[in-house]
């Protein structure tokens, strides 16, 4: 059993961790995991956890959280006749094939390794959440065929590797093909599940050594930061929709922008000094 005087900041940090993910991801439509996997990252360095596989144990347990999430949201949007099956449905197995590669790659490598693709992959949608412009199209519809069966194992390999959902590349991937970005946003929340399920059954089974693995973690899941982390969510994130309307989330989405890159520096500079 762990010593009271790491659980109790384990259990602090988990939580002002969800507080904050959950009001960020009710004011600004982001995924969780985007927050989570770095969040992750520096509460468990912070208490003493390192070594090769610290950075499994952040995407493991981010992916975890996504699967409520994702499948609360779909349904929502489903209500509201907002989520397309067609797109879901063709381009599931593809996301699904590239969620399982994402697992067997990442357990594969080393956690310094991991967090620089983390970071050049967060400059890349913090730049896309700065700079982006709701006009710019690639086509006029989703890719479909040869592009199709390129894009969609893409949007789960990366996704796995960075321990997020499917927002933060599915909205933008779908908004570029002329999807309305409301279907888009509610579409993305299926790519979630399709991501996380997978992945998260694949990451149980990883072996975690010692100095990587925080206490009451199953393979690479760590089981209070998931518990704590929906918890603290589903309390949260209603506050930072009503936040999100009572004032204009744009400036504030830049805010968050600069916010990410920063942080995806911060783990480039981990990775290589």
Known sequence: MPDLSLLLPLVAMLMVIGAFAGVLAGLLGVGGGIILVPAFFYAFQALGYGGAQLMQVCLATSLATIIVTSVRSVLSHNRKGAVDWSILRTWAPGIAVGA????????????????????????????????????????????????????????????????????????????????????????????????????VAGFLLLDISAPSRPPFTIGAVNVPAFLLVIAMTLLTAPLGVRIAHAMDPKPLKRVFAVFLTLVALNMLRKAFW
């Open 100 to 199: 399982v590669l994402g697992v067997l790659v990442a357990a594969a490598l080393r956690s310094v390794t991991l967090q620089a693709i983390f970071g050049c992959l967060g400059i890349v949608i913090g730049l896309y959440m700065g700079f982006g412009r709701p006009e710019w199209r690639l086509a006029a519809e989703m890719p479909k065929g040869l592009r199709r069966a390129l894009f969609s194992p893409a949007v789960g390999f990366m996704s796995v590797l960075m321990g997020i959902g499917g927002g933060s590349f599915g909205v933008p991937l779908m908004a570029l093909h002329n999807v309305a970005i409301h279907r888009a946003v509610a579409t993305a929340a299926g790519f979630g599940v399709l991501i996380a399920v997978p992945s």
